[in-house]
Nanobody, 124 residues
């Protein structure tokens, strides 16, 4: 069974940091672009960041630029989302998703596999 597994979520105070991880079961992430998305209660899913299969191309939502960094370690078959200077509005369930072809899709429909999500709560 092919699936993605996120980890690293939790409760953090405003201004704090968390690092999320995305790993695959049943396949290797190495040849997929990986995106991070988030969904807060009562809000639509939002694209946060994406990294190409080679790691040579990344993009970020304006709301997280300068605070979040996406990276990948293909030797460990893992993609990371380092989140710094967290704000209460970053509170959401964070999901990773994999896209065949290696380049970041323009549309969410371009992703083929999704994880179950990990909760991030930013609160004092």
């Amino acid at each position: 069974q092919l699936k993605l597994v996120e980890s690293g979520g939790g409760l953090v105070q405003p201004g704090g940091s968390l690092r999320l991880s995305c790993a695959a079961s049943g396949f290797t992430l190495d040849y997929y672009a990986i995106g991070w998305f988030r969904q807060a209660p009562g809000k639509e899913r939002e694209g946060v960041s994406c990294i190409s299969s080679s790691g040579g191309s990344t993009n970020y939502a304006d709301s997280v630029k300068g605070r979040f960094t996406i990276s990948r370690d293909n030797a460990k078959h893992t993609v990371y989302l380092q989140m710094n200077s967290l704000k209460p509005e970053d509170t959401a369930i964070y999901y990773c998703a994999a896209a065949r072809g290696g380049t970041c899709p323009r549309e969410v429909d371009g992703y083929h596999y999704w994880g179950q999500g990990t909760q991030v709560t930013v609160s004092s």
